[in-house]
């Protein structure tokens, strides 16, 4: 009788684990990657430069323990631009680009060697000891990295050149221009590693590549604020999150604001941060960063964090910022909705391909 229990517990527990990779593989592909067409027309894709690269190492054989007197390293490497039309849904985007078809300069298809995505599904003993939600490990190059912005001032506007000589003989003054500063969003880039046969098979150039990456795009955005003051109430930006201003103080010296801040943060589902990749699970709602708004309702900075998601708001820490616009007044917590993997397919066409033999490139 105890024997046939042990086989009954068994074969429930059997019927358990199936069911989970089952739910498991279905939830990993489904998160790899949906292509959208409404999402895919949000980005727009150029090649930014093409580079061969050679390194000759010479090994000393009395102190190093390579066997060989030197190595030849050679790559090759695309790398290309985003331009984001409507950075407000779009939450961080992959680095690492792939494949998907070539053509030579004579229209003829070009093997592609490259490893795809692995896939995530864990083993059986490490489900067993696996904490709820928790991502599994990618490779460094399958984080997303959160958008990038940078301050700069804006350009007087270009005046046609006939209106500048009619304003000039009829000695009209121009209008006065004040620069403004703002927030200018950085393109992110996206690279492909190419297989050095390229240079010899495809006559110089490549007539199309077709490929795709990924990007991290949310259904819809939400703002959580809270006074820039010290507050003993926890106040719930997610499920699982939860945050309490403890210190919050801004100083006027001059022309400069000075402010020092510490936020504390509770995470009930997830323990510590760790940066999300290509097919990790999303759940409903996502803190992506925060900002410390200025009296005139201007974020002081729109990068909300390291450039990496996602993100960790509590901590610590005090900045600087110039006096227009009023002290810090309120901090906003920025909040995805729905967020998902997209796949962003696209092609690029006559792509130049380097001359290894250049002189130039020798130079």
Not at 25 to 45: C, H, R, Y
Not at 166 to 172: E, G, N, V
Not at 339 to 349: G, Q, S, V
Request: charged share 25%; proline share 8%; net charge positive.
């Amino acid at each position: 009788m105890i024997q046939k229990g042990d086989n009954m517990i068994r074969l429930r527990w059997s019927f358990i684990y199936a069911v989970i990779i089952i739910f498991t593989d279905f939830s990993i592909a489904s998160t790899d990657g949906v292509i959208d067409k409404k999402v895919t027309n949000l980005f727009e894709i150029n090649w930014e430069s093409m580079r061969y690269n050679k390194t000759v190492t010479q090994y000393n054989p009395e102190v190093s323990s390579n066997q060989q007197p030197s190595r030849a390293d050679e790559n090759l490497t695309l790398r290309c631009q985003v331009e984001i039309k409507d950075p407000n849904l779009v939450l961080g985007i992959s680095r690492k680009g792939f494949l998907a078809g070539l053509t030579d300069s004579n229209r003829r298809n070009i093997e592609i060697n490259q490893e795809e995505p692995e896939s995530r599904t864990p083993s059986m003993p490490a489900m067993r000891n696996m904490p709820r939600n928790m991502p599994m490990p990618r490779p460094m190059d399958m984080w997303y990295e959160g958008l990038r912005y940078h301050k700069r001032f804006t350009q007087p506007p270009k005046v046609p050149r006939w209106r500048a000589l009619i304003r000039k003989f009829l000695r009209i003054p121009q209008p006065p221009f004040k620069p403004e500063l703002i927030d200018e969003l950085q393109p992110p880039s996206v690279q492909f590693e190419l297989d050095l046969g390229l240079l010899e098979s495809s006559g110089g150039e490549i007539r199309s590549l077709k490929g795709y990456y990924y990007a991290l795009v949310a259904e819809s955005v939400e703002h959580v604020e809270v006074p820039f003051e010290p507050n003993d109430q926890w106040v719930r930006l997610t499920d699982d999150v939860a945050i309490q201003v403890r210190e919050a103080k801004c100083t006027i010296s001059g022309t400069r604001t000075r402010y020092n801040y510490e936020i504390e943060e509770n995470r009930t589902a997830r323990r510590g941060i760790s940066r999300l990749s290509v097919g990790d699970y999303l759940p409903e709602k996502m803190v992506m960063g925060r900002q410390f708004v200025k009296q005139d309702g201007k974020p002081h900075d729109r990068s909300m964090g390291p450039g990496f998601i996602s993100a960790h708001v509590g901590g610590s820490g005090s900045g600087t910022h110039s006096s227009s616009g009023g002290p810090i007044e309120k901090i906003r917590f920025v909040i995805a909705v729905n967020p998902n993997h997209y796949k962003i397919p696209f092609e690029l066409k006559n792509i130049p391909l380097p001359d290894p033999e250049s002189k130039e490139g020798k130079k």
